[in-house]
Structures are given as C-alpha cells and as structure tokens.
C-alpha cells in the first residue's frame, strides 16, 4: 500500500473557517480534495501545484462540506464520492462507499460515525495516520447533534478513541481556540490542556492552522473524548457515569 500527502485549504476564511484537504497518494499521484466548501482556493492551490483532480471526497452533505462539488468536478472533471446511505444528498455523487475507498494505492478506511448527521463518515488512512472526521471530532470539541443522537455522538467519539494514539485528525473547521474555552472551563488544571492550548495560540497568531491534532491529544485534553476515562469522570463529580451520561452532562454544562 501506499501514503497520501496532506496540504490543507482554509475555505470561507473569516465565516465558517471551512478546511478543505487536498490528498495526493505518494505513488501514483492520484488526488483528491475533502468537503470543497469553496472553489476558488481549492483552484489555486491545484493550479499552482500542477496537480488534475481525480476525486472529490464528502464526510457529510452539509452545504459548507458539498458547496464545491459541482462546479469543482465541471472544472477537473473528478469524480465525488460519498456514503452510499447519504447518496440522495450527496450533489453530483458518483461513487458510493460502504467500507473503504482506493486513492490510487492508498486505501482509506470508510468509519460511520453519525451524531452530527445520520450517513455522515470519516476517511481513514491507516497507512498514512491521517482520519478526516468532518464536523464529529474537532480539535478540543464535537459538532452539534443536527440529525443524530448523543447516544449516537458518544459512540462516534467512542470509536475515533480506539484508533492508535499517533494518528493525525484532520477536522471540518478550524475551531481549536473556540473549542478551547469551554474545555478549560471543566478541565483547567489539565496540564495537557493548558500546553496545546498555548501551541494552538502560538500557531493561530503566526496565521498559521492549529490542525492537524491527533488522537492521543484530544484522548488527553478533549472533553469529550476524555468521557472515556474513569479518572476524568471522577474528576468532573460523576464518577459512577457511564461515558454517555458524563457525555450528555458535558452538553447541558
């Protein structure tokens, strides 16, 4: 198997603060751009770099994640590919995937995790550690429950968990200093916390993204994914909580 490269793509800079991810699989040259929210700076970036799209990849059919597809794919001609249970809301889907998808040699694993909306899926790389999670995991927080459940969420989180520590998330928005204020409100004299809080600040003031995180970060200073963790439920006065309940007390904080 192979690897992708990562070069991210601030989308709707100063609104949504979309990310866009540009993949290119280090043996074939095969690529493809994650939730184009916005054309213009994916164009950029493919003109400059020399590169001809082959795929367009969506987490979920959020406008702010689909937006581009169409007029992408009239301008490079690439294909997009989505959750075969959210196809009828995937615009311009040509590719429906179950259980992994082939970028050249590079093979991403397709992990359902619902709870921001219902078919919505990350694209894992296992070769490369790289997970793409949409609008499930961020960086110090989770998305809103639109169409899922919190019970759905919390399984979601549950399972981005038990990936190896080392692999890297690369989230819908860049929401890491947002995210933050409420992760230090619970959990402050969390030293971990407090340390990536400080990088976050150093790289956003550099104008620099505060992404990728990785799994063993947001294991050690997400709320949300520290629900897992006996300590940290005893930590935050519910100590005889199951995950889902210390995650639902979390969202009514």
């Known amino acids: 198997m192979s690897k992708v490269s990562v070069d991210i793509i601030l989308c709707r800079a100063g609104s949504m603060n979309n990310y866009a991810y540009l993949l290119v699989d280090e043996k074939t040259g095969k690529s493809a751009i994650v939730d184009p929210s916005e054309v213009t700076p994916i164009v950029k970036v493919l003109e400059a770099k020399g590169i001809e799209l082959d795929y367009i990849l969506n987490t979920h059919h959020h406008y702010d994640h689909t937006d581009g597809n169409i007029e992408l794919q009239k301008i490079t001609g690439a294909k997009i590919v989505g959750n075969k249970k959210d196809a009828a809301r995937i615009p311009g889907i040509n ?17 359902e995790i619902e709870g921001h909306t219902k078919g919505h899926i990350a694209f894992y790389f296992e070769e490369s550690k790289d997970i793409f999670t949409g609008d499930v995991l961020f960086s110090l927080g989770c998305g809103g429950m639109f169409e899922g459940t919190p019970e759905e969420m919390c399984e979601s989180l549950e399972k981005l968990s038990q990936l190896p520590d080392s692999v890297r998330v690369y989230p819908g928005h860049e929401y890491t200093m947002h995210c933050a204020s409420f992760a230090l409100y619970v959990d402050r004299d969390n030293q971990n916390l407090v340390n990536y809080v ?20 947001e294991k050690k200073c997400n709320p949300y994914m520290r629900v897992f963790d006996k300590e940290f439920r005893n930590k935050i006065g519910v100590a005889n909580a199951t ?5 639902i007390g979390l969202l009514n904080s």
């Open 198 to 217: 400080m990088e976050a600040k150093e790289k956003q003031q550099k104008g620099l993204p505060t992404i990728p995180s990785t799994i063993g970060k």
């Open 95 to 111: 590719i429906e995937v179950e259980d992994e998808f082939l970028l050249g040699e590079s093979k991403a694993k397709i992990i």
């Open 243 to 247: 995950s889902v309940e210390a995650f």
